[in-house]
């Protein structure tokens, strides 16, 4: 088995501030990337910013500074917020930087040796927002009579010497590799739409621009910038150090997943995958194209002024409750709604009531009892064993779903578990086992007690292994307080076992009930 497991984000545009979409798919790369690094797998995470075209270009002008001092402004706000989300990556690269340069202008001679590039002028319709090409059978008429393409991009109409790239040539080898591959593009929906587009033709793809001049310049052709898709799309291999494919870094490739919104499902599972059978590289192994989020109901526009501020939303919910509202909230591949009264619904009754509140009782009960010390096991009965049960055949289901990025349903399987864990606990009311009683009574009840809560501690563990990649900063409070040696965190260790006479470390509260008052701005 293949070692390596290489997983990118899309690259942001710099043209405006991260909002509550480039969180989240940062967020989803970021919980795969830790799942397969948990499951001892060494895992590359690239993130980063695409900072050329002609969309970047206008805001920079419009903000009325350079292009250079505000696409730094913007990749910086970018960074900050890979940072804030606690996102693992290994490498964040900028579309503006030298080394991006070469790997783009190589990764072009290698298109231009195949011979699967061509001049000719370009006259057509191009949509600035979507940095895309349409043709006239994707508009529709828009207010005022206006052509708009049918993503509600306004188009305008381009005449310019171009190159080409022979597109049309690869659609027979694209749609044999999505039949070796049907999971190539997940969810399936999207796989379906990829293969119609394709069957129903390819037109070559005008792959350079001269009518502006923001972008990577073509190799000896003056006056030429790459088409910014084109070049942006490379960066998934300037990450990894090409043209020096001798490198070990080198060894990733190819991506095993690019996580992407459903509005850019084209350029990775149509464009990308024909450019790189041109360049004769390997192609990557899975696109998955999640859905956007609206909020409160209305899609999220800038011109609504209904944009969500992640970083903000840290500040108001605190991180770990953030991602996993965004991955347990909506099914991934599906759109879904933000509102403040579902984030705090998730917080309470998943994260407070489900989990917190039962770490904290299991916790406070082991540490009025026997100092803090894990007791020793009595004889198990077989809700004891059925408990323990749950717990660990969680781990195979829990890793089917993560395997296809179903991460909803992984959550949703731990969290019945959990579920099942509170009802044990009030059937077997170890509290009340604590209780006074004559002294023989007294010590049976006792013993009763510490099996029911080290069983307890035992599947806290395992479910805070795994939800780890979700919650990794509470997660690691959880297993401290449990008394989890650092080595025994991987899902290898998942299988072990709490070790009886084990020192618990400081009870503290986790996820706190949120009350609507004590959250800010809200
Ligand atoms: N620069 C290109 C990607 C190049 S990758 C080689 C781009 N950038 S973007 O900044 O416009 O979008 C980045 C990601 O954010 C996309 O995957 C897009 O789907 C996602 N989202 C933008 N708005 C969104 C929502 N409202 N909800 C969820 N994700 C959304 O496209």
């Not at 803090?372 to 004889?379: A, D, F, K, M, N």
Request: with cysteine; charged share 25%; hydrophobic share 35%.
């Amino acid at each position: 088995m293949r070692n390596y497991f290489y997983i990118t984000t899309p690259i942001y545009y710099v043209n405006d501030k991260p909002h509550i979409g480039h969180a989240y798919t940062s967020v989803a790369s970021d919980v795969m990337a830790r799942y397969q690094r948990l499951r001892g797998l060494s895992c590359y995470l690239l993130t980063g910013t695409d900072e050329h075209g002609q969309k970047v270009a206008k805001s920079a002008k419009q903000a009325g500074e350079t292009t250079k001092s505000f696409t730094e402004r913007f990749a910086n706000n970018f960074r900050t917020m890979a940072d804030r989300f606690n996102i693992t990556y290994n490498d964040f690269v900028r579309t503006s930087e030298k080394r991006h340069f070469l790997c783009a202008q190589a990764f072009w001679r290698r298109l231009e040796k195949r011979g699967d590039l061509y001049n000719k002028q370009y006259e057509g319709w191009y949509a600035v927002r979507d940095e895309c090409y349409y043709d006239d059978s994707e508009l529709v008429d828009g207010k005022g009579g206006r052509r708009v393409a049918l993503s509600g991009a306004e188009v305008e109409w381009v005449k310019e010497p171009s190159i080409f790239f022979r597109l049309s040539k690869y659609r027979d080898s694209l749609l044999f590799y999505y039949d070796a591959h049907p999971d190539f593009v997940l969810p399936n929906t999207r796989m379906n739409e990829v293969r119609t587009f394709v069957e129903n033709g390819l037109l070559d793809l005008c792959v350079s621009r001269t009518s502006f001049s923001w972008g990577v310049p073509v190799p000896e052709r003056n006056g030429h910038i790459m088409y910014v898709w084109v070049e942006a799309l490379t960066n998934y291999l300037t990450g990894l150090n090409f043209p020096n494919d001798t490198s070990s870094l080198f060894n990733y490739w190819p991506a095993d997943l690019h996580i992407i919104g459903k509005d850019i499902v084209r350029f990775h599972a149509v464009y990308w995958p024909a450019l790189l059978l041109s360049a004769g590289l390997e192609l990557p192994r899975r696109v998955f194209a999640h859905g956007w989020w609206t909020n409160n109901g209305e899609k999220i526009s800038k011109s609504i002024g209904n944009v969500i501020d992640p970083l903000k939303l840290i500040d108001n919910y605190g991180l770990d409750r953030v991602r996993y509202f965004m991955l347990r909230e909506v099914p991934f591949g599906e759109d879904g709604n933000f509102s403040d009264s579902a984030i705090m619904r998730r917080s309470n009754d998943d994260l407070a009531n489900g989990l917190g509140n039962l770490c904290l009782r299991v916790l406070t009960l082991v540490k009025r009892g026997w100092n803090g010390v894990l007791p020793s096991c009595g004889e198990f009965t077989s809700e004891d064993r059925a408990l323990l049960k749950i717990f660990k055949d969680e781990e195979e289901n829990f890793k089917k779903k993560m395997d296809i990025c179903l991460f909803h349903r992984a959550l949703e399987g731990i969290f019945g578990c959990l579920a099942e864990a509170n009802r044990y606990i009030t059937k077997e009311a170890p509290w009340a086992l604590l209780s006074d009683g004559s002294n023989e009574d007294r010590q049976n009840k006792k013993t009763r007690a510490g099996t029911v809560l080290f069983i307890l501690c035992d599947c806290l563990r395992m479910a805070a292994i795994d939800l780890q990649c979700f919650m990794p900063e509470s997660m690691s409070r959880i297993l401290d307080m449990l008394g989890v040696d650092n080595s025994d965190r991987h899902f290898i260790a998942r299988g072990k076992r709490l070790h009886e006479g084990t020192e618990l470390g400081d009870i503290q509260a986790i996820f706190p009930r949120l009350n609507k008052k004590e959250v800010p701005n809200n």
